[in-house]
């Protein structure tokens, strides 16, 4: 099913509903719960919107916040971004590894999954962060930001489809809210 097939008027109404209560969540607690807000919406719309499934992944508070499997089988990592800012300023340089959501980023941060020391080496993450680098590897990884602007309630979703270009994947910043 193709990125615009895939939200009908139920869809976005059950997204509204579950928006709303997130942000009265946020609201009451502020900026602490940003990136959680931002990785269970990401979470949600991976699984209940784009048909992928979880792999198991356990998110730390930093690096990657989603690795899921796409209908094809192809690994897609999920970055969340929970702001009002300007989304593509925020997909900044990282002190050691690149731009975010740039191979080198990704595979970075797949590296520390698989470290002891590490405390993004968590669950199955050892094994995750070897499937997230072979995909790299293998050029079949997919990239994907979630973008939630906690204020306006808009879902914007982007795919990576080259390391300097990236395409919006839906038309979420069209929706109307009742």
């Known amino acids: 099913m193709g990125c615009a097939e895939y939200l009908n008027q139920k869809d976005w ?10 942000i009265d969540t946020f609201n009451r607690y502020g900026a602490m719960l940003q990136g959680d807000l931002g990785e269970e919406i990401a979470y949600d719309i991976a699984v209940n919107h784009l048909g992928m499934t ?51 980023w990704v595979y970075a941060n797949a590296g520390l999954m698989q470290r002891q020391e ?21 050029q079949s990884i997919r990239c994907i930001l979630v973008h939630t602007n906690p204020e306006t309630q808009v879902v914007r979703a982007y795919e990576r489809i080259s390391e300097d270009n990236v395409r919006s994947a839906s038309s979420w910043q069209e929706i109307q809210w009742k």
Request: proline share 4%; hydrophobic share 35%.
């Open 54 to 104: 979880p792999t198991g992944f356990a998110p730390a508070k930093h690096g990657l916040d989603g690795v899921f499997v796409d209908d094809k089988g192809r690994t897609v990592v999920i970055d969340s971004k929970a702001t009002t800012g300007n989304l593509f300023q925020l997909l900044h340089p990282t002190v050691n590894n690149g731009d975010q959501l740039t191979n080198d």
């Open 118 to 138: 590490s405390a993004q080496c968590i669950g199955n993450n050892k094994a995750i962060g070897e499937r997230v680098q072979q995909a790299i590897e293998n």
């Open 13 to 22: 109404e059950a997204i509204h509903l579950y928006l709303s209560t997130k």
